[in-house]
């Protein structure tokens, strides 16, 4: 039978300058809050209590949040792709009036009604086809 073997906790005690200094490279942008814990194996929940305890933020109560680089790259990506289907959508406006106004000119100098026209029948595909 095997055994199940339990991680052996490791009690570790930083000093309050080795906090200030995580702290500081957190709120100058060096590293992100995953980098600093993985890069000095402390966890999340001590390394925000360290930031509340000994930011800049905290003397001013101002709350810190942290958006990770996917969410911030998300977010541009998105608002880039809005900016694409404006700029779509005002190119196919301005394609639907142009083709409003050749049929306004069309009505006016050669009596061609071109929107009555809408009853032609379609060939090519358009039929169902019955399987054999």
Known sequence: MKKRLRKK????IFTEEVRRQVVKEYET???SGK????FYGISKTSLYRWINKYSKFAEKSLKVVEMSESKEHR????????K?????????QMQIE???????IAKEEYQIDIKKN???QR??????????
Do not use: H, P, T
């Not at 694409?84 to 196919?92: C, D, F, N, P």
């Open 84 to 92: 694409e289907l404006e700029r779509a959508v005002g190119q196919k």
């Open 118 to 120: 809408y009853s032609i």
């Open 35 to 38: 980098e600093l814990c993985e």
């Open 123 to 132: 060939f090519g595909g358009s039929e169902n086809i019955k399987a054999k």
């Open 98 to 104: 142009y083709l409003e106004k050749m049929i306004d």
């Open 29 to 31: 942008g060096l590293m």
């Open 75 to 82: 977010i541009k990506e998105l608002q880039e792709r809005v």
């Open 9 to 12: 906790r490791v009690l570790r």
